[in-house]
């Protein structure tokens, strides 16, 4: 079975790979706030970027009946 | 959808595609004496094609749209419509392959449609025509949607794309005409699967460029399930491909491994395309639009991160227990059984949490057709991964392997997850994408979700009915230790099943025709409706959840 010495390799590398990112995670502050990024997806009464919201507010202008 | 790329984008499309006719014709040529000409001239006209689409272009009038203000969305609806294209084509496919199995005269004679070669159409076709588009184009919705940014350039959603239908055509065309390397689910050839690992690279690249660009500190959760899609099907995809070419003038190659090897490296590779290509990618999916649909957060974010890193963890080490009872080590069946009883738990979590989360909303549920898709898709879900675990133990696999149990379990899974979810999330999207009020039709989405819902049970109900008789039939023996059955009993006594079981397929493929026609009429008949605010925003993470006092 010298496959198992390419896949389980292979195999635990995939696995550290995942366990560092799972760090980077941890430590970029990812988990500090779980029920607000659950419920931020939902909300669309968000502003538009700074650079853009020049633009949009005479393009909203336009459309407006 | 040619108006919003730039001048040096459409060179950059023009100089690609007619790359890409210069490698058909070189495959042309090269390959003139075997099928791989085929390919070729296949290669050459699908680029070709799309070289004159750009080239028509080339010098019409520069976008005037300011790209900070919006999300970039024409391949997103695209791969939609190609999705569904695929889902109709290998739908259809599935119907006449299981019609074939009930009445085997309706293969007419012909070599290409002997069932081993419209079998692989119809489950290339589902997983990775119908999937993948499927998976490509609420990807890049989400991406931008949950970073609030958009992609960074417009001419790599393209490649991927295109270039992974390209591979779709591959690898369909090549199956009829005879070209395969006999692995399950990664059938095509050396040259599609090179050109699949570029594909699918800048896919990644642009996954991490838009995660890049995110103006959303948070990172939402569907993001990581598709990141895990991605990053893991890569590298399942090039260690099970790895193989010599015969010739580089020919599509015939040899696998680098041999026999029992070989095996463990291809059910390596085919369980996690299950886990990575039909699990993760879909759940990314579900954790995004059974949320948005139903109006409410998911009910624990963070059991849907600890079932995720779960997954991650447990998923990849199962493979092995497609091999009971073979020359594969004791211990690594054992292994691959522990890890599959295991994953029970982080699979068992999402359902558990998608459920929740419609709970105190079940009149949404009995109302909306759509988020009924999505629960629907989360029984399943829940249910197949129990099967899956119990299939996995190794006394029921001695009864449940290479029997119609198995189709069965893969169909429950595939048809009442995958597809399940897939269908409530186009429901949920188009509408959104085109900036449509609602669907064309909500009574069509209803009779899709019966004929989908009862086709589905037919279906699985026939192959567990045809897989246990057919696995007790096999180990029945006489009182002289003989066996009790031939194989033509088991035949015979499995027709009725496979009658059944190609009506069920029918109703499906019946349920995707109606969405497909449902989704071509919304966009155009139903009105343009300027619909809630799509644009890429602020956020308010950073802010304190009480404004302060003015």
Known sequence: MTILAFLIPITLGMGAVGLCVFFWSLRSNQYDDLSGDAERILFDEDRPLPAASARLSNTTKETAP | ?550
């Open chain 2, 1 to 550: 959808m040619m108006s919003n790329l730039t001048s040096p984008e459409r060179a950059r499309a023009m100089l690609i595609t007619g790359a890409g006719v210069l490698i058909g014709l070189t495959m042309a040529v090269l390959g003139r004496n075997d099928p791989m000409g085929a390919h070729g001239w296949i290669v050459l006209l699908f680029c070709g094609v799309l070289f004159f689409i750009v080239a028509d272009k080339l010098y019409d009038a520069e976008p005037v749209e300011d790209r900070s203000i919006s999300y970039y969305d024409d391949p997103t609806k695209v791969g939609i419509l190609l999705a569904l294209f695929w889902a109709v084509v290998a739908m259809g496919m599935g119907v006449w392959v299981a019609s074939q199995l009930a009445w085997p005269d309706l293969r007419f004679d012909a070599a290409w449609s002997s069932f081993g070669r419209i079998r692989p159409v119809h489950t290339s076709g589902v997983i990775f025509g119908f999937g993948g588009n499927a998976l490509i184009a609420t990807s890049y919705h989400i991406m931008q949607r949950t970073s609030r940014a958009r992609m960074p350039d417009q001419v790599s959603p393209w490649f991927v794309l295109l270039g992974f239908n390209l591979f779709c055509v591959v690898a369909a065309s090549g199956y009829l005409i005879g070209i395969t390397q006999s692995k399950e689910y990664a059938e095509p050839e050396w040259y599609a699967d090179l050109w699949l690992v570029i594909v699918w690279v800048v896919y990644f690249v642009l996954y991490i460029r838009t995660l890049a660009r995110r103006n959303e500190p948070h990172i939402y959760v569907a993001n990581w399930y598709y990141l895990s899609f991605i990053l893991v099907v890569a590298i399942l995809h090039i260690v099970n491909n790895l193989a010599v070419p015969a010739s580089f003038t020919g599509a015939k190659s040899y696998s680098a491994f041999a026999g029992v090897q070989d095996a463990m490296v291809q059910w390596w590779y085919g369980h996690n395309a299950v886990a990575f290509f039909l699990t993760t990618g879909f759940l990314g999916m579900l954790y995004y639009f059974l949320p948005k649909r139903a109006g409410r957060p998911i009910y624990s974010y963070r059991l849907s991160i600890l079932s995720f890193w779960g997954i991650v963890f447990f998923y990849i080490w199962v493979g092995s227990h497609h091999l009971h009872y073979t020359a594969l080590p004791q211990w690594v069946q054992t292994l691959g059984v522990t890890f599959s009883v295991m994953l029970l738990v982080p699979s068992w979590a999402s359902a558990g949490n998608a459920l929740m989360t419609l709970n105190g909303a079940w009149h949404k549920v009995r109302d909306d057709a759509t988020l009924r898709f999505m629960m629907v898709a989360a029984v399943f879900y829940g249910l197949s991964t129990f099967e899956g675990s119990f299939m996995a133990i190794r006394p029921v696999n001695a009864l449940s392997h290479y029997t119609d149990w198995t189709v069965g379990h893969v169909h429950s899974g595939a048809m009442g997850w995958v597809a399940m979810i897939t269908f409530g999330s186009i429901y949920a999207l188009t509408p959104v994408l085109w900036r449509r009020e609602a669907m064309y039709s909500w009574k069509a989405v209803e009779w899709h979700f019966w004929l989908a819902l009862s086709g589905t049970v037919i279906y699985v109900f026939a192959m567990w009915n045809s897989g246990i008789t057919q696995g007790l039939m096999w180990r029945t023996y006489t009182e002289s230790g003989t066996l009790r059955f031939s194989f033509v009993d088991t035949l015979i006594a499995m027709h009725p099943y496979y009658i059944a079981r190609a009506f069920g397929g029918l109703l499906f493929f019946a349920g995707a025709c109606i969405c497909f026609w449902n989704v071509v009429m919304t966009i155009r008949r139903v009105p343009h409706h300027a619909s809630a605010i799509d644009y890429p925003t602020t956020s308010e993470a950073m802010e304190p959840a009480v404004p302060a006092a003015e």
